[in-house]
């Protein structure tokens, strides 16, 4: 039977983020703001690596896709138009017990507000009322005014802002469908139950590319953008056995997809979604040709005029944050002592390489690594660390998933070589130090797969 829980806790995941500033809880000085973060060093380099990796997948290396950045706050009539002033809700339960609210199609995931905390509803004292629908769009007003004609919406998605895009994108980027529009940006939800650390937030950081295509091709595309993205997740060294393909049911669906498949990833609290592709087919041209008077149609060279569907990747870069962060995360006993190593594909780890002068307080030592560190910065996001023992510096490294140190010692001071420790085998070699910029570029292009893999 598959598996349906990582070996690591999701407890284990925030201890190590808030221990290597990773991730804070924001407004902490303050109390808190319910599951709301704050991204330290490293959780920031994290994240960039993550952006530029789906740019680089969607837009860099592509000919059918252009990249757009659309503005946050947009007209509320786009809102109506996109089904999610009526639509974009959650089943809400209150509990006139303990005053808690859950949503009530996840109940089996909440917790309730009685010791010893059951599901809620599962003990004799729990009340639930009956669902109610919750609008999930956070409101806010443009202007000085604050009446309902200034109302306004902080978006839930950044798609909207692709399909109201539609006619500019498509008569200046010298496309034709099928074609697709990607952009990265900052989406708001009040999640009635956020938690599970990053992977339920109520602000996060969507990447959603929009793919416009001939109708009779749609499901063809649906197909292939599955396909590509699960690749790309196994691409960011994601083990294997920790993905699947859930395709929705009828009833599960959105009001605007006609097809849904979610790429699930095995997170601690189960098989989640990680990322959701979509064939929205043509719901969101359709209903923003008919609310705004301009008609979003692809017209052919002929003449030929048709509506577009639009197939539908979009993950949050915080899943994928969870997910990398849990699928690295490993312990392990090394001679005497014990280590925490987040074993993370090169290509995504926060900081490629660390160099460590031995014996900082000699000058030899010390000028040397710090040289060598002024060269490699200038290619790779690369760290200098002269605090404390060796060990302990190592140690600080595998934490964060450094994949590779270089050391200066004594023996650089006689024959101009480094040694380089590898993080995941802790096999040390020696390395001219000349060469060093060109083993790590080399070291970066090399292929790798998780050790943990099965
Ligand atoms: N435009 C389609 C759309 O927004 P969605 O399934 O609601 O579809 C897409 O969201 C992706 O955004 C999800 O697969 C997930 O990766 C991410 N996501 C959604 N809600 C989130 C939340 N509250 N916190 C973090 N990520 C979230």
New binding site residues.
């Given amino acids: 039977m598959a598996e349906t829980r990582q070996p690591v806790t999701m407890d284990t995941i925030v201890s190590l983020c808030r221990r290597r500033g990773f991730v804070f809880p924001s407004s902490e000085i303050y109390g808190g703001l319910g599951s709301t973060y704050d991204y330290g060093h490293y959780g920031v380099l994290l994240k960039n690596q993550i952006r530029s990796l789906w740019l680089r997948a969607m837009v860099q290396e592509r000919d059918d896709i252009v990249a757009l950045d659309s503005a946050i706050i947009l007209n509320p009539a786009v809102w109506e138009a996109s089904g999610h002033v009526s639509g974009f809700t959650d089943p809400l339960v209150d509990c006139r017990t303990c005053k808690l609210r859950f949503r009530a199609d996840q109940l089996e995931l909440a917790s309730c507000g009685r010791k010893p905390s059951k599901r809620p509803g599962e003990t004799p004292d729990c009340d639930l009322t009956e669902p109610r629908q919750f609008n999930l769009m956070f409101e806010t007003h443009v202007g000085a005014l604050q009446d309902a004609s200034s109302a306004a919406y902080l978006r839930?998605?950044?798609?909207?802002g692709i399909f109201i895009n539609f006619k500019n994108v498509s008569q200046l980027a010298r496309r034709k469908p099928p074609f697709g529009i990607a952009q990265v940006g900052k989406?708001f939800?009040n999640?009635i139950t956020?938690g599970n650390f990053?992977?339920?937030?109520?602000?996060?950081e969507?990447m959603?590319m929009e793919f416009f295509v001939p109708p009779a091709d749609a499901e063809e595309w649906y197909a292939y953008w599955i396909e590509q993205r699960l690749s790309w997740h196994r691409s960011l060294g994601l083990r294997e056995s920790n993905l699947r393909v859930r395709e929705h049911s009828a009833e599960e669906r959105?009001h605007?997809s006609s097809g849904?498949s979610?790429?699930e990833y095995l997170y601690p609290i189960g098989w989640q979604?990680?990322?959701?592709v979509?064939n929205?087919g043509e719901y969101d041209l359709t209903q923003h040709t008919q609310h705004s008077g301009t008609k979003l149609e692809w017209i052919d060279p002929d003449g030929g005029r048709y509506t577009p569907h639009v197939i539908?990747p979009?993950?949050?870069?915080?899943?994928?944050f969870v997910a990398l962060l849990c699928d690295a995360y490993d312990e392990e006993v090394v001679g005497d002592r014990e280590r925490t190593v987040l074993r993370l594909h090169p290509k995504v780890a926060p900081v490629k390489a660390a160099i460590l002068p031995l014996i900082p307080r000699d000058e030899g030592m010390a000028g040397r690594a710090r040289a060598l560190y002024e060269e490699l910065r200038r290619h790779h996001v690369v760290e200098h660390d002269e605090g404390g023992q060796i060990g302990r510096r190592y140690r600080r490294q595998d934490e964060i998933g450094t994949p590779w140190a270089f050391t200066v010692d004594e023996q650089t001071l006689e024959d101009e070589t480094v040694t380089v420790r590898e993080r995941d085998s802790l096999a040390q070699e020696r390395l001219p130090l000349s060469g060093v910029r060109a083993w790590l570029d080399d070291a970066l292009e090399r292929d790798w797969r998780s050790p943990q893999s099965d």
């Fill in positions: 839930p998605e950044t798609a909207q989406s939800r999640e956020p990053l992977f339920r937030v109520r602000e996060f969507q959603e959105s605007y849904t979610d790429i979604e990680l990322e959701g979509a929205r539908e979009a993950v949050s870069i915080e899943r994928i």
